[in-house]
T-cell receptor, first 112, second 116 residues
Framework: GENVEQHPSTLSVQEGDSAVIKCTYSDSASNYFPWYKQELGKRPQLIIDIRSNVGEKKDQRIAVTLNKTAKHFSLHITETQPEDSAVYFCAVIQGGSEKLVFGKGTKLTVNP | NAGVMQNPRHLVRRRGQEARLRCSPMKGHSHVYWYRQLPEEGLKFMVYLQKENIIDESGMPKERFSAEFPKEGPSILRIQQVVRGDSAAYFC??????????????FGEGSRLTVL
């Protein structure tokens, strides 16, 4: 099955700095790569996603890049704010199935 | 348009009891997924259902766990004879019927099970 590795597991940045979280996957047939944000005690919420036919997608301060050859994709948050503090999960749709396989998460802390 | 509704939000059970978790998908959605999240960990896929059909249960433990999504009513995740290791947050997600953006899931707020 699909194996998704996410790094780092924790990340602490100063307000205004950029944060980058990276995920690698194993199934070359995977074609959908979402990122979810989960605040403490809350549900995961989709913040951005990318499909395999593009290499980059941006939405205000958030961007995702995809390298299909190397089988990795990254979340970039610029001008971080304290409210960006949360756990971020990458996910990959397993090829030939309907299920999302999640990384183990990155706890981001933005210090004011 | 109400989101994915899960209940109960919190459930406490003693070892050996049964836990029933319910999920009503978003209006118009016919695909339901259940995920389990242990403290400080990611989301583990359990089962994927459509109305009256289990499509993929590869993540379900072979014993004590079952899921259904009847023609009428919510999807139910049932855990029999609970043990302490079942303590976790159980999230339900739904997606609309195809043709659709494969993989796009909408999550409920979760049901937090505590086994004493």
């Amino acid at each position: 099955g699909e194996n998704v590795e996410q790094h780092p597991s924790t990340l602490s940045v100063q307000e205004g700095d950029s944060a980058v979280i990276k995920c690698t996957y194993s199934d070359s047939a995977s074609n959908y790569f979402p990122w979810y944000k989960q605040e403490l005690g809350k549900r995961p919420q989709l913040i951005i996603d990318i499909r395999s036919n593009v290499g980059e997608k941006k939405d205000q301060r958030i961007a995702v890049t995809l390298n299909k050859t190397a089988k990795h994709f990254s979340l970039h948050i610029t001008e971080t704010q304290p409210e960006d503090s949360a756990v971020y999960f990458c996910a990959v749709i397993q090829g030939g199935s309907e299920k999302l396989v999640f990384g183990k998460g990155t706890k981001l802390t933005v210090n004011p | 348009n109400a989101g994915v509704m899960q209940n109960p939000r919190h459930l406490v059970r003693r070892r050996g009891q049964e836990a029933r978790l319910r999920c009503s998908p978003m209006k118009g959605h016919s695909h339901v997924y259940w995920y389990r999240q242990l403290p400080e960990e990611g989301l583990k896929f359990m089962v994927y259902l459509q109305k009256e059909n289990i499509i993929d249960e590869s993540g379900m433990p072979k014993e004590r766990f079952s899921a259904e999504f009847p023609k009428e009513g919510p999807s139910i995740l049932r855990i029999q004879q609970v043990v302490r290791g079942d303590s976790a947050a159980y999230f339900c997600a739904s997606s609309p019927p195809g043709p659709r953006k494969t993989g796009e899931l909408f999550f409920g707020e979760g049901s937090r099970l505590t086994v004493l």
